[in-house]
């Protein structure tokens, strides 16, 4: 019974959200504001709500609300969280730590690349999703 609910709660909250973000978006396209507020605010009360038991976070690029056990994206660092749509590839991720060699994070670096090269050696692309069970 518990996973019934969980599924209905679930498909009710993407419901929810899905038409929030859609009266944001009108909202912007009027430069309204006013509702804007209102629409932010219930937002981050429902995320607040839920964040317990369901609800990870919302998509950096897209706002689509990211579940427990959804296939996403989280930055080493905690933040930000993206979709499976907009999770960043692996050439990306590669990119950045190249970009970076002395941030401090050189464990982390050194983790990653040892990531990388298993990925690419296991016949993956550069040019696949990183992708985690959020």
Known sequence: MTDEITTKRRALLRSVFDGLHELGTIAKEEKDTTSLTAIKGSINTILITYSDRDIVGTCEECGIVLFRDDLGHICADGEPIFCAKHAYTW????????EDETDGNSDKRSEFMASYEEHISDGGS????????L
């Open 126 to 133: 550069p040019d696949d999703k990183v992708l985690h069970t």
């Open 91 to 98: 050439a990306e991720i590669k990119a950045q730590w190249d």
